[in-house]
Nanobody, 124 residues
Framework: QVQLVESGGGLVQAGGSLRLSCAAS????????MGWFRQAPGEERVFVAA????????AYADSVKGRFTISRDNAKNTVYLQMNTLRPEDTDTYYC?????????????????WGQGTQVTVSS
């Protein structure tokens, strides 16, 4: 079992930056693909970014390419999402997810473990 806890969300003005963290426990994430998704109330989770378990491959939603960066620190058992040049439309609850020996999948169904989410609000 992997437990995931997100942090780092908050209120920021458009054009600003946030760094989300996803701290894992129970297992080392070095063997897990990690993903970030976003979700609005009553809607499905939407892919944001992912990194394969090897760390070699990454994938991003078109809407965040060039602005967001996913990274991992296996020593700290933590995954990050650096969010720059934020826009009001980036407002959502952001979730991290993990899949053992997975690839950088953009499908939520491919992930086995999920955090509780952290709210990101971007004001115009």
């Amino acid at each position: 079992q992997v437990q995931l806890v997100e942090s780092g969300g908050g209120l920021v003005q458009a054009g600003g930056s946030l760094r989300l963290s996803c701290a894992a426990s129970g297992r080392t994430i070095s063997s897990y693909a990690m993903g970030w998704f976003r979700q609005a109330p009553g809607e499905e989770r939407v892919f944001v970014a992912a990194m394969s378990w090897s760390g070699i491959n990454t994938a991003y939603a078109d809407s965040v390419k060039g602005r967001f960066t996913i990274s991992r620190d296996n020593a700290k058992n933590t995954v990050y999402l650096q969010m720059n040049t934020l826009r009001p439309e980036d407002t959502d609850t952001y979730y991290c997810a993990a899949k053992y020996k997975g690839w950088s999948s953009n499908l939520a169904v491919n992930y086995d473990y999920w955090g509780q989410g952290t709210q990101v609000t971007v004001s115009s």
